[in-house]
């Protein structure tokens, strides 16, 4: 998984790249390890800057262009130069030579690509590229500042760092190309939505709306359910921040069970669940979240995460709770058990790291040293979700693509 | 009854149409810089005369209307109305639909305008500040905090309108310098001799809406809203237009406008009506528009003046009145609007612009194209065809490097834009055609926005303090 940003400006007064880079900061949940920008001067050269750092270290004092495109990612090197421009891609190309001609043929390289995949490209002309995978698996709008910039995104949330308005989800299967006359959008193939459900529970940041839903309602909604279906008598309800914030606040609600801010943070809110390091993994969760005592001592609490992979940064969430005097633990996952790895970019491991593949719920609670531990049913999932155009790939082994 | 009509765009087809319509059997005469194959029809059918010549010179017009001898005149843009062609009808004893060349100042000058509105106390003003030179224009805009809107101080044709929200800190100094290098393209839009070139004022948001009212000087009456849609680009993206599109109704509102709120806005107009007349010693006869936004400073908003009929807003309005408005304008020019009544068609309506690629950034680029329309087609799928910026060239359909034509649809938000894009399929053109697919599609979400500002300025108005805001930055003080 990844963040792609594309901005131009309509008159080229304006340099887009700071907008680049805070726009990519809006997208680093997506991804932080690696990031780059393109951009575009008025001489038509393309400049490009990637470094294995996150957006926010990003050294961009030298670029200065009306247009340009940003990568927040993990794994590639993005912007990738290609001829006559360059491209940033969320999801997995085999053979990115292809990408070569997508600048020339946008929509013969589509037919080509048998991986759904978002990109984004810069051409030396002056057009932005950009196209979202016909499952709709990644997600990619556009928006607008003024009369000024057109702005292309994975998420609305890059725009509302910069001030621009979200507009609309590019619809699956959609290319559009914008340049300084006209922005132009073609259904090039016909939309069969399966739309990744790890955005839904996990990926897509709180303040963003993807896949047709605002991404806070939803999971306010998934603790409402789980409340539904796991009633749980407990003191206190605690979310690990802050990706399962609104499952807690969902779930107190319905049970009229209080709310309580469990842990604060120490250092920048990166994302564990992307760290691939498994010992950074472990630091990371410890020195990220620390817990609160007088939040959790001699109280019931309800612990809710957003989803489970190994298991072991959340074994260490429950050890520190029960030290500071946590009476009982209970588990609730706000997404379905993971069982299988995701080929299509978002980083669920293979079978043999995911605890659930691998244990029943009896074992899963004794390791964790918890009371007990659930998971939000499918059924549940679609429940609130209101409909089945879902790719549940690493939670039921069946793939769309 | 003969008519001089001047202009040539399709708000001046559309007054063509309405007067062809007409009852009263008028004969339709027209001068034009070019063939507008629409108006043309009209002169036809109805037994006129073409003329073909400067619309905004007093000398030509005073010689068509000596060889027409017209019962009344209509002036359809703005441009003849700062040259004082109303006038000139006026010094030649015939009525005239369109103001006089002082009070057609409420559009041409943006500083004089604002200047009213604070003299007379009208309600929905912002805060402004007039610059004579580029210069200080800069400077004011790199030393001055909070989110402003930079304009030429005078009418444009709706160019060189730089609006910057200056909401994120992180990134004022990018987009204050985006804006100090677009104020020498802004100023050289409005180059009057011992007049303000540019204006800079207090930026607002919000969902914006016109409202005409048509005005002998005695009788005023408001027309139904509209919207017109500003962003050259689909979904309002990108750069500034003279409106791509527009939509009116259903009833005499917008969906997310109220009746008090047009209330407020119609006051505002016959507020405004009143000050021209008290600064000038003129009555106002034609039109006056207030292009509004509902914001949550003072609720209605005046964001600019027309002293004409909106284009494309006219297109949208027009269609939908059943009562006879060729007669209505005939009322208006004559002094005898007292007479008229408006009765409406319920129904929405929604307006498409089309225009050839190039528009709106480089006209030479948009400039003679062809087009290729099939009216019988289009007719047939329910729309009305206006003509625009495009000339009858021999047989053929000529682009003039604006917006070309205008199709207009009636029926619910959904059924009329379906009915459009149906429509649009029967133009074609040697180069790309640009014009939006979300017309009319966005209504929702506008009422969503509406419904936010309402909560703020109904609390401004309980507490007593609507209108009342103010910027401050360490290096530019408050202003």
Redesign the interface.
């Known amino acids: 998984m990844a963040g792609i940003l594309g901005i131009l400006?309509?008159?080229d007064?304006?340099?887009v790249s700071?907008?680049l880079y805070?726009g990519l900061i809006g997208l680093q949940h997506r991804g932080y390890s690696r990031s780059g920008i393109a951009i575009l001067n008025k001489q038509r050269n393309i400049f490009t800057k990637l470094e294995n750092v996150a957006p926010e270290d990003l050294e961009i004092k030298d670029l200065n262009g009306w247009a340009g495109i940003g990568y927040a990612g993990i794994r590639n090197s993005y912007p990738m130069t290609v001829d006559n421009g360059a491209i940033v891609v969320d999801g997995i190309i085999d053979d990115t030579n292809i990408l070569n001609q997508v600048i020339k043929e946008p929509e013969k390289i589509i037919d080509e690509i048998k991986k759904p995949i978002s990109f984004i490209a810069i051409s030396k002309e002056g057009q932005l590229i950009a196209y979202r995978d016909e499952l709709g698996l990644k997600p990619l709008s556009?928006?607008?500042f003024?009369?000024?910039l057109?702005v292309i995104s994975s998420e609305p949330t890059s725009m509302l760092?910069?001030?621009a308005?979200f507009?609309?989800e590019i619809n699956p299967g959609e290319l559009v190309i914008?340049d300084?006359?006209?922005?132009?959008?073609k259904q090039i193939r016909m939309p069969r939505k399966s739309y990744c459900t790890i955005e839904y529970v996990y990926q897509a940041r709180i303040d963003s709306m993807v896949n047709e839903k605002d991404i806070y309602d939803l999971r306010v909604k998934i603790g409402e359910e789980l409340a539904l279906e796991y009633p749980i008598k407990a003191d206190s309800v605690i979310g690990v921040p802050e990706t399962a914030l609104p499952f807690a606040i969902g779930y107190s609600r319905k049970l009229n069970i209080p709310l309580d801010l469990g842990f604060t943070r120490t250092g920048s809110p990166i994302r564990t669940m992307l760290s691939s390091d498994a010992f950074l993994k472990v630091v990371g969760v410890q020195l990220k979240l620390n817990p609160i005592k007088s939040a959790v001592k001699g109280k019931r609490i309800i612990l809710i995460d957003d989803s489970m992979v190994t298991g072991t940064t959340l074994k260490n969430t429950i050890f520190n709770l029960r030290k500071l005097g946590a009476k009982e633990l209970h588990v609730l996952i706000g997404s379905p058990k993971l069982i299988s790895q995701c080929p299509y970019g978002v980083e669920v491991p293979e079978e043999k790291e995911l605890i659930s593949a691998n244990l029943d719920d009896e074992k899963i609670a004794r390791v964790l040293g918890a009371d007990s531990i659930h998971w939000l049913s499918l059924e549940g999932l679609f429940r609130v979700i209101g409909h089945r155009n879902l790719c549940l790939g690493c939670m039921t082994k069946k793939y769309p693509w | 009854m003969k008519v001089l009509l001047v202009g040539d765009g399709a708000r001046e087809n559309v007054l063509a149409h309405s007067l062809e319509k007409s009852t009263k059997g008028y004969k339709v005469y027209a001068l034009s810089t070019y063939i507008n194959p629409g108006i043309n029809s009209v002169v036809k059918t109805t037994g006129g005369e073409y003329f073909i010549g400067n619309i905004n010179s007093p000398e030509i017009v005073k010689e068509v209307i000596k060889k027409v001898n017209p019962d009344f005149g209509v002036v359809g843009p703005e441009d003849p109305l700062f040259r004082g062609i109303a006038d000139v009808f006026r010094q030649e004893g015939i009525p005239v639909f369109g103001a006089n060349k002082k009070c057609a100042r409420i559009e041409e000058s943006k500083a004089w305008a604002r200047e009213l509105m604070w003299k007379y106390s009208i309600p929905g003003r912002l805060r402004y500040k007039v610059f004579y030179t580029i210069e200080h224009a800069a400077k004011f805009i790199l030393e001055y905090g909070g989110s402003v809107a930079v304009k030429p101080a005078g009418q444009a044709g709706g160019k060189g309108v730089k609006v910057i929200a200056d909401l994120e800190a992180y990134l004022t100094q990018d987009k204050r310098e985006a804006l100090t290098k677009s104020v020498n393209d802004i100023g050289s839009l409005y180059n009057k001799e011992g007049e303000p070139r540019i204006i800079i004022e207090e930026k607002v948001d919000g969902p914006e809406y016109t409202l005409h009212v048509l005005t002998d000087g005695k009788t005023t009456i408001p027309l139904p809203l509209a919207q017109d849609y500003k962003n050259a680009y689909q979904d309002g993206i990108g750069p500034e237009t003279g409106g791509m599109g527009s939509i009116s109704g259903p009833t005499e509102l917008l969906p997310f406008i109220n009746s008090e709120e047009y209330q407020t806005t119609y006051d505002i107009v016959k507020r405004t009506i009143d000050a021209i007349y008290k600064e000038t010693g003129e009555n106002y006869v034609g039109v006056i528009a207030g292009q509004m936004m509902l914001t949550e400073l003072w609720g209605p908003t005046v964001i600019e003046y027309y002293s004409r009929l909106g284009d494309p807003e006219a297109s949208a309005i027009i269609p939908r009145i059943e009562s006879d408005f060729g007669e209505i304008i005939e009322f208006t020019a004559t002094g005898h609007l007292s007479k008229a009544r408006i009765k409406l068609n319920d129904q929405p309506s929604i307006v498409k612009a089309i225009a050839t690629l190039g528009y709106p950034i480089s006209k030479q680029m948009a400039s003679g194209r062809k087009i290729v329309l099939d009216l019988d087609k289009m007719k047939e799928h329910g729309c009305m065809v206006f003509f625009g910026s495009v000339a009858l060239e021999g047989m053929q359909l000529i682009t003039k490097g604006s917006r070309a034509l205008e199709i207009v649809a009636i029926g619910d938000f959904r059924e009329a834009s379906e009915n459009l894009d149906k429509c649009i399929q029967y133009v074609n053109s040697d180069t790309k055609l640009i014009y939006r697919t979300d017309i009319g599609r966005t209504v929702e979400y506008q009422i969503e926005k509406a419904e936010i500002i309402r909560y703020s300025y109904k609390n401004r108005e309980k507490r007593g303090i609507l209108g009342v805001s103010a910027d401050w930055s360490p290096n530019g003080g408050l202003w």
Do not use: Q
């Not at chain 1, 300084?180 to 959008?185: A, G, L, V």
């Open positions: 400006a309509f008159d007064v304006w340099n700071r907008f805070y556009i928006g607008g003024g009369f000024d057109a760092v910069i001030g308005e507009k609309r914008v300084k006359y006209h922005i132009e959008s």
